[in-house]
């Protein structure tokens, strides 16, 4: 017993300095983040404190408030379609086996690719002059868009950017949970005579919420920080259409070099992305089974 507790000891102090250069390396950059939100601070010069005037700006800031709601606008959308999506075809997988193997292979594709390479990609597909998506509407006798160009159509092109290159991911995330389910209670529907309709929206859907819950969770993390594709496509624009929260920050803090300022609304916007999944964990915990 003793010779166990000394080797526990032996480990904690082995793991110790691992674990606190861990925190470290979150902590700081963080903590260095809320100190320089309090000041007023650009490159090449001092910091100044402002006890928080940089936040009081932010909320008299209409380009704040616009990039707000970017932000929610395209996080609501492109999780509502990526969980839809993504359910289905998890269901077309798991009730084709022998074909799961293959396409699931072919799925991993989309987002494993770089953000970059995917945004050039799409950029290429969806150019107004030469690009794919054009052709194919003239084809069909349907008038050509702008996309990625036009401020009405701008958010929904670049959500389903996202939700092409994320759905299936969604996808394997519901799938294994689809085949963790107990079978003994698909054999007692199937007794009582269930329809698939009632199968799905009675058992399978009820007992996947944790599952799909877990799959928001983890897409509401990427949503809330939309950077990579906004910034390769169309870097905010077509003027300030698609100008989220994160893209505002950068360029309040690389192209201004504002950089109190661009702290205060990065510090906003990872409270929102906290509070985000502090609201989905609970929500998970209540369709717990």
């Known amino acids: 017993m003793s010779q166990s507790i000394g080797t526990r000891r032996q480990l904690n102090m082995l793991s110790t300095p691992a674990v606190i250069f861990t925190l470290a390396l979150i902590a700081f950059p963080f903590a260095y983040t809320i100190w320089l939100s309090l000041h007023e601070f650009s490159f090449g010069g001092s910091a100044t404190l402002n006890y ?45 086996r022998k074909l799961s193997g293959i396409v699931r292979t072919l799925m991993i594709s989309p987002f494993v690719l ?14 107004p002059s030469i690009g794919a998506a054009n052709w194919l509407l003239q084809s069909v006798g349907l008038p050509r868009s702008d996309w990625l160009a036009s401020p009405q159509w701008v958010i929904p092109t670049v959500a389903f950017i996202d939700t092409w290159q994320w759905t299936p991911y969604v996808a394997l995330i519901v799938l294994g949970g689809l085949q963790s389910l107990p079978p003994n209670v ?63 920050g950068f360029r309040k803090g690389f192209e201004f070099f504002e950089i109190g300022y661009a702290s205060a609304l990065m510090i906003t916007l990872s409270t929102i992305v906290l509070g985000a999944v502090v609201l989905l964990t609970q929500a998970r915990k209540r369709v717990a089974w």
């Open 52 to 96: 928080g005037q940089n936040y009081l700006l932010m909320l008299q800031d209409g380009e704040f408030w616009n990039g707000l709601k970017i932000t929610l606008v395209l996080y609501l959308l492109s999780l509502v379609l990526q969980l839809v999506l993504g359910t289905y075809v998890a269901l077309l997988l798991h009730s084709s």
């Open 186 to 248: 698909y054999e007692a529907a199937q007794i009582d005579g269930a329809s698939r309709w009632k199968t799905f929206w009675r058992i399978t859907l009820p007992l996947l919420m944790p599952t799909i819950v877990t799959a928001a969770i983890l897409r509401s993390v990427d949503l809330l920080r939309f950077f990579d594709i906004i910034y390769i496509t169309t870097q905010g624009g077509p003027g300030n259409a698609s100008n989220t929260l994160n893209i505002y």
């Open 114 to 127: 770089p953000p970059v390479v995917v945004g050039m990609m799409w950029l290429v597909v969806l150019d």
